[in-house]
Every structure is written in structure tokens, then in C-alpha cells.
């Protein structure tokens, strides 16, 4: 470690430099290093503890509903976990993060928090709870604690589904062409036209909400990314995930993976709960 490699030379200093030397700024000097050296190590050592869960939380993005998540709650309920997709209201990110953090407390120990999409920002914030034992993001956003995750957005190519949002005063929703090329373009068209009829639309307030956390800092993390993506760049997927260090998978999928490849989102999300290889 840093720290334990610069004593030596502090200690040839000259007696007469050390007696001058403040102490203060002496011991602030070493906790600087040790801090420097955690952080370097932080991610690490997050992702080698892995706490085993019976608990799943689930919480969905934007142009959807809790039933987004019904292919891959089916799968985890086979295993044996008690599984809890919250209806995230999309009006607020403070109301939305309180709407997850309600279903938190409720659980009984550890619990795997999963977000799609839009719901990273959610998953990030109410992540710091004290039942999360591992946060699991699906082609989502990753914000650090503070950060304009709009200008982030805009480092990287605009995906096409963005020019398909619109908006009926405040309230936004994808048009039908957008959703299911853009969004859902690798569903059977049938079922693309089902989850387009039922898609719950977002208030333009949710969009300005910033994070004060992110868990990703202190708490195991997983990510899937959508090799596929029309919504989020698949390009920015990979630079959150590296950023988090996050256990990473890619997955040749639309930005709805959840849905067209439920077995490994499923499978991710059990390695995260301590069940998978």
C-alpha cells in the first residue's frame, strides 16, 4: 500500500525536519494515502463479498410497467426466491426512490436490487438501504452521486429512440414506430404491440432528478449490457459498468433483455443473490 511505502522515507528525514514538521499536517498526509488506497481498492473488494439473498427487488424504467419483469420473476421464483417488482410511479426521482425503499424495508434480509433502464438512477440512490446486499443493473443508468447524467449521455452517440419520445404537456411516452423499433425491436411484433398498449408514461419532472448516492461505490454490482441497445448507447452501458466495476455481461439483445433473454438476465441477477457460478 501507499501508505506503508512512503513511512521509510519519512522517517530519514532529518530529526531537526521532523521537530519543525506540524503534526497535524503529518497525520493528515497518512490519511490521505490510506484514503487514496481504499479507494483504489473499494470496487474489489465489493464485489469479492458476496452476501447470499433470498430477497429480489425489482423496479422498472421508463415506457413500462411492474409486468415488464414477469418472464424473469417466473425464473426466480423457481429458485426459490421471493421476488417483489415495485410499480415505480415516474413522477419524481425522490418519489420514485421512496416507492422502492418502501418495498425494501419490507423484506426480511439481504436483498438483491435489480433496475432496468431508467430505474439505474433508482437503484443507485435506494441502494444505500441497509437490506441491499448486491445492486444488479439491466441496460441501465449508472449515475455517480451528483452527476448530470444527461451530459454524460450526450459524450456518447444519441440513441434513435430518443428522437420517438413525446411528450402531451408534461407527460412522456415513446411513439408506437419508436417502441417497437427502437425499444423492443427484438420482440415478435405481437408482443411489442402488447407492452407499447401498456406502457405507464413519465412525468418531464423525473428527468431532472439527481442522485445523492451511489451505491455501486460500497455494494457488490452486476451489469448487463444490451449489444443490441436503441435506447441507451451500448457504448455508455460499458463505460458505467467499467466505471462501477461491475461483473459485466453483454448480451445480444434490444434495450428489453429482460424480456427477449430472460434466462441470463435471470441468471446474473442469481449470482448477484449468491446462487450462481
Known amino acids: 500500500m501507499r501508505v506503508i511505502n512512503t513511512i521509510p522515507s519519512l522517517l530519514k528525514i532529518?530529526?531537526?525536519?521532523?521537530?519543525?514538521?506540524?503534526?497535524?499536517?503529518?497525520?493528515?498526509?497518512?490519511?490521505?494515502?490510506?484514503?487514496?488506497?481504499?479507494?483504489?481498492t473499494r470496487g474489489m473488494t465489493a464485489n469479492a463479498?458476496?452476501?447470499?439473498?433470498?430477497?429480489?427487488?425489482?423496479?422498472?424504467?421508463l415506457f413500462a410497467d411492474?409486468?415488464?419483469?414477469?418472464?424473469?420473476?417466473?425464473?426466480?421464483?423457481?429458485?426459490?426466491l421471493n421476488v417483489t417488482s415495485v410499480q415505480n410511479p415516474l413522477t419524481t426521482l425522490a418519489e420514485a426512490v421512496a416507492s422502492a425503499e418502501r418495498v425494501l424495508a419490507r423484506q426480511d434480509g439481504p436483498t438483491v436490487l435489480v433496475g432496468h433502464s431508467f430505474s439505474g438512477m433508482i437503484v443507485s440512490e435506494a441502494g444505500m438501504h441497509s437490506n441491499v446486499s448486491a445492486l444488479v443493473y439491466v441496460a441501465a443508468r449508472a449515475?455517480?452521486?451528483?452527476?448530470?447524467?444527461?451530459?454524460?449521455?450526450?459524450?456518447?452517440p444519441t440513441p434513435p429512440a430518443t428522437a420517438g419520445i413525446v411528450f402531451d404537456?408534461?407527460?412522456?411516452?415513446?411513439?408506437?414506430?419508436?417502441?417497437?423499433?427502437?425499444f423492443a425491436g427484438d420482440l415478435p411484433a405481437a408482443k411489442a404491440k402488447v407492452?407499447?398498449?401498456?406502457?405507464?408514461?413519465?412525468?418531464?419532472?423525473?428527468?431532472?432528478?439527481k442522485t445523492t448516492n451511489?451505491?455501486?461505490?460500497?455494494?457488490?454490482?452486476?451489469?448487463?449490457?444490451?449489444?443490441?441497445?436503441?435506447?441507451?448507447n451500448p457504448d455508455l452501458e460499458r463505460f458505467m459498468?467499467?466505471?462501477?466495476?461491475?461483473?459485466?455481461?453483454?448480451?445480444?439483445?434490444?434495450?428489453?433483455?429482460?424480456?427477449?433473454?430472460?434466462?441470463?438476465?435471470?441468471?446474473?441477477?442469481?449470482?448477484?443473490?449468491?446462487?450462481?457460478?
Not at 449515475?143 to 456518447?156: G, R, S, V
Not at 407492452?195 to 432528478?209: D, E, M, R, S, W
Not at 428489453?256 to 433473454?261: D, F, N
Open 66 to 80: 411492474g409486468s415488464c419483469w414477469s418472464e424473469v420473476i417466473a425464473r426466480l421464483q423457481t429458485s426459490g
Open 49 to 61: 463479498t458476496r452476501l447470499k439473498a433470498r430477497n429480489v427487488v425489482l423496479v422498472h424504467g
Open 214 to 232: 451511489a451505491a455501486w461505490r460500497s455494494k457488490a454490482s452486476y451489469y448487463a449490457v444490451s449489444t443490441e441497445d436503441r435506447t441507451i
Open 195 to 209: 407492452l407499447y398498449a401498456t406502457q405507464q408514461p413519465f412525468n418531464k419532472a423525473l428527468l431532472a432528478g
Open 143 to 156: 449515475p455517480d452521486a451528483a452527476e448530470d447524467y444527461a451530459a454524460l449521455a450526450k459524450t456518447f
Open 241 to 277: 459498468a467499467k466505471r462501477m466495476g461491475a461483473k459485466t455481461i453483454e448480451v445480444k439483445a434490444s434495450h428489453l433483455s429482460l424480456i427477449s433473454r430472460p434466462n441470463e438476465i435471470t441468471q446474473l441477477i442469481l449470482e448477484a443473490a449468491g446462487q450462481g457460478a
Open 169 to 182: 404537456g408534461d407527460e412522456g411516452r415513446l411513439s408506437e414506430e419508436a417502441f417497437l423499433r427502437d
Open 14 to 40: 532529518k530529526g531537526s525536519n521532523i521537530m519543525t514538521m506540524n503534526r497535524r499536517t503529518f497525520s493528515t498526509a497518512l490519511l490521505a494515502g490510506a484514503a487514496a488506497s481504499l479507494m483504489s
